[in-house]
C-alpha cells in the first residue's frame, strides 16, 4: 500500500462536509430547539404531548426506518420534495443538503430536552418577580429566563453536536454516501473499511474519538462549574 501523508488524511472531503453541516445544523438546532423546548417546558395539553413525541421520536427511532420515512417525504415524488422541485427547483436527496437535513433531525431532540429540562428546574418565582417589576414577556425572555438555563443551552449544543457529527443511517438514506459529495466522516470510516484501507479507517476513527472525549471533557468541566439549568 503506497504512503499516504497525514495531512491528506486530514484534507479528506469527508472532515469538511462533517464540520460544514455539523456547525450549520448547531444554528439550526438552536434556532429551533430553544423556542420548542421552552414551549415544551409550560403546562401539559394534548398539542404539546404530540409536539414532544415528534421532537422525541429521532431519539429512540431505529435511524434507518427514520430516513427511509424522511426520503420518501423529502424524495422527488414525495409531497415536500416535489413541492420543493416544482416551486424553487431545489433538490434535497443525495444533495450535502439531505446530509444537513440529517444531521439536523438527529440532534435537535437533545437540544430541545436539555432546554426544557432547565426550564422546567427553574425557580418559578424569579419570573413572578419579574411581572410584578413590570417587566415584559421579552425583557423576562432576555433578562430572567435565558441567564437561568445557559446550563440548559450549553448542554444542548455539545449533545446535539456529539450526536450530529457521529450520525450515519438517516445520511445515508437521505446523501446516499456519495464520495467526494455527501461522504460524511462516519461514512468515510465504513467505505475505508469496505475497501480494505484499514489505516484510513483509524484515522478517520481516532478523529471522531478525539471529538467524543473533547464534547465529554467541555460537559464535564460545565457540570463541574455548575451553571444554573444544567440539570446533570
Known amino acids: ?14 472532515i469538511a462536509l462533517t464540520l460544514k453541516v455539523t456547525l450549520l445544523a448547531l444554528i439550526l438546532q438552536l434556532a429551533a430547539g430553544l423556542p420548542l423546548g421552552l414551549y415544551l417546558a409550560g403546562k401539559r395539553s394534548p398539542a404539546k404531548t404530540v409536539v414532544e413525541i415528534i421532537t422525541t421520536l429521532p431519539m429512540i427511532f431505529p435511524p434507518m426506518a427514520l430516513g427511509f420515512f424522511l426520503l420518501l417525504i423529502l424524495g422527488r415524488n414525495g409531497p415536500l420534495g416535489h413541492l420543493l422541485m416544482e416551486v424553487f427547483a431545489f433538490k434535497i436527496i443525495f444533495t450535502p ?3 444537513l437535513v440529517a444531521v439536523f433531525v438527529v440532534g435537535l431532540p437533545f437540544m430541545v430536552k436539555s432546554v426544557q429540562a432547565a426550564r422546567q428546574q427553574m425557580d418559578g418565582t424569579l419570573i ?39 450520525e450515519v443511517g438517516i445520511s445515508l438514506m437521505l446523501g446516499g454516501n456519495i464520495v467526494g459529495r455527501t461522504e460524511t466522516l ?44 444544567l440539570g446533570m
Not at 435565558?146 to 443551552?153: A, F
Not at 450549553?154 to 450526536?163: K, M, N, S
Not at 489505516?199 to 468541566?221: E, G, Y
Open 128 to 166: 413572578e418577580a419579574a411581572a410584578t417589576l413590570g417587566k415584559t414577556r421579552f425583557q423576562t425572555l432576555t433578562k430572567v429566563v435565558l441567564p437561568n438555563i445557559k446550563g440548559g443551552i450549553v448542554t444542548g449544543l455539545l449533545l446535539a453536536f456529539g450526536r450530529s457529527v457521529g
Open 186 to 229: 462516519s461514512l468515510a470510516i465504513y467505505n475505508a473499511v469496505f475497501e480494505g484501507e484499514f489505516l484510513r479507517a483509524a484515522i478517520f476513527s481516532i478523529i471522531l474519538t478525539v471529538i467524543a472525549i473533547a464534547v465529554l471533557l467541555v460537559l464535564n468541566t460545565v457540570n463541574r462549574k455548575r451553571i444554573p439549568g
Open 97 to 99: 443538503s439531505g446530509v
Open 1 to 14: 500500500m503506497p504512503h499516504v501523508p497525514l495531512t491528506d488524511y486530514l484534507m479528506h472531503p469527508a
